[in-house]
């Protein structure tokens, strides 16, 4: 069992580059997120879906853009990457209902923009 | 605006002893609470929960308790054991929507031999 997979684990960009990372989770779930865990800043929010065809915005989106064309899939995608974007990002899923809001998390994506 | 705060970074304990972690909300809309272990290179892995009709909740050693006049939670670990360290994030939800998780910055647990 999988779970939340994320790739690539490491990257290095430079400024102005572009990328796409790629989550994918084999549980079925309905909502997945992407945060970005910062330095004594706990793990923000950027995007998240609540189902296939659906983004919505989270409090740290500037910069960065979502897709959800597949239920098992969440891209996130830098357009034009800066040295503010280098974090370490995070995506986790979780089902719809079951009275327990727990979201189940990937290993993480270090990114690095020099 | 810090929603969730963990104000103590780092904490120290010997094995064996209890460790205390603990977490400030703000958002008295908040009404289900999570606690979550992270060891490097790895991503969050839940710990255990309360809801905010609780004011306590015990999962083997780990115990979690709700003070919702004090918009306060606490982590108690009993006993503490080596592999108990790493870092502690809380994090809070209302019900409505998407249930965003909202974290605190986290606080790292060492324990001592």
């Known amino acids: 069992n999988a779970g939340v997979t994320q790739t690539p684990k490491f990257r290095v960009l430079k400024t102005g580059q572009s990328m796409t990372l790629l989550c994918a989770q084999d549980?079925?779930?309905?909502?997945m997120y992407w945060y970005r865990q910062d330095p004594g800043m706990g793990l923000r929010l950027i995007h998240y879906?609540?189902?296939?065809?659906?983004?919505a915005k989270g409090e740290v989106p500037d910069g960065y853009n979502v897709s959800r064309l597949k239920k098992q899939n969440f891209l996130l995608g830098l357009e034009s990457a800066a040295p503010s974007q280098t974090s370490v990002y995070f995506c986790?899923?979780?089902?719809?209902?079951?009275?327990?809001?727990?979201?189940?998390f990937g290993a993480g994506t270090r990114l690095s923009v020099l | 605006d810090q929603q969730v705060k963990q104000n103590s970074p780092s904490l120290s304990v010997q094995e064996g002893r209890i460790s205390i972690l603990n977490c400030d909300y703000t958002?008295?809309?908040?009404?289900?609470f999570l606690w979550y272990k992270k060891y490097p290179a790895e991503g969050p892995t839940f710990l255990i929960s309360i809801s905010s009709i609780k004011d306590k909740n015990e999962d083997g050693r780990f115990t979690v308790f709700l003070n919702k006049s004090a918009k306060h939670l606490s982590l108690h670990i009993v006993p503490s054991q080596p592999g108990d360290s790493a870092v502690y994030f809380c994090a809070a939800s209302g019900i409505q929507g998407a249930q965003k998780l909202v974290f605190g910055q986290g606080t790292r647990l060492t324990i001592n031999p």
């Open positions: 986790a899923s979780r089902p719809v209902g079951g009275g327990k809001n727990i979201q189940y």
């Open positions: 549980m079925n779930h309905e909502y």
């Open positions: 958002n008295s809309m908040f009404d289900y």
């Open positions: 879906s609540v189902g296939e065809g659906t983004t």
